[in-house]
């Protein structure tokens, strides 16, 4: 159960858009469409922002999309906005009926 | 409005036991599968374990198999992770968090604020 991989930070300037990858294996995220997407700021739960790889819960701005290719998933936020700066994980289900997160990403709007 | 409470954490020597609680209110409890997710100081999420709707199938990272056991009592809507043999790097903040489905466990859509597990002598 290998966690998933992420780039440890990325940053963008307000108004711009920005990527976040997250790479599996086929066991994961390349063989289910269980990829999810999650915000967290500091000291306070995480938020499901995108879920099934690219559908958006009620109440997340469309400023948020999702997408996946083989293994690698992604997370797209255009419009960065400051109220995005915050650390934000992938989460995918496996085959072995568990379910893994990435390491996490920082990200930082300048 | 979906509502999770969890309750239990504190500090506890190792070796030592604890059992973590997590009340549901806001929707049909039996209904869907519970997770625990845990996160270090300062670190990442980690999935801890899943339990599904019927409490009829339960799941477990590798890093806790055989000294965790999650539980659930649908008549009280709440969900329980017995933590024994606790280690100085199970320290984190547990996590209770509402699956999507039935089962399996697939994703959490809504999470509880927490509670702190410290392992220190």
């Known amino acids: 159960q290998s966690a998933l991989t992420q780039p440890a930070s990325v940053s963008g300037s307000p108004g711009q858009s920005i990527t976040i990858s997250c790479t599996g294996t086929?066991?994961?995220?390349?063989?289910?469409?269980?990829v999810s997407w999650y915000q967290q700021h500091p000291g306070k739960a995480p938020k499901l922002m995108i879920y099934?790889?690219?559908y958006r819960p009620s109440g997340v701005p469309d400023r948020f999309s999702g997408s996946k290719s083989g293994n690698t998933a992604s997370l797209t936020i255009s419009g960065l906005q400051t109220e995005d700066e915050a650390d934000y994980y992938c989460?995918?289900?496996?085959?072995?009926?568990?379910?893994?997160f990435g390491g996490g990403t920082k990200l930082t709007v300048l | 409005e979906v509502q999770l409470l969890e309750s239990g954490g504190g500090l506890v020597q190792p070796g030592g036991s604890l059992r973590l609680s997590c009340r549901a209110s806001?929707?049909?409890?039996?209904?869907?599968?519970m997770n625990w997710v845990r996160q270090a100081p300062g670190k990442g999420l980690e999935w801890v374990s899943g339990?599904?709707?019927?409490?009829?199938?339960?799941y477990y990272a590798d890093s806790v198999k055989g000294r965790f056991t999650i539980s659930r009592d649908n008549s009280k809507n709440t969900v329980f992770l017995q933590v024994n043999s606790l280690r100085a790097e199970d320290t984190a903040v547990y996590y209770c968090?509402?699956?999507?489905?039935?089962?399996?466990?697939?994703?959490?859509?809504?999470w509880g604020q927490g509670t702190l597990v410290t392992v220190s002598s």
């Open positions: 086929s066991s994961d995220v390349g063989g289910y469409k269980y």
């Open positions: 099934d790889v690219s």
């Open positions: 968090a509402k699956d999507r489905y039935g089962d399996p466990v697939t994703f959490a859509d809504f």
């Open positions: 989460s995918s289900y496996t085959s072995s009926s568990t379910l893994v």
């Open positions: 339990i599904s709707g019927s409490g009829g199938s339960t």
């Open positions: 806001g929707f049909t409890f039996s209904r869907y599968a």
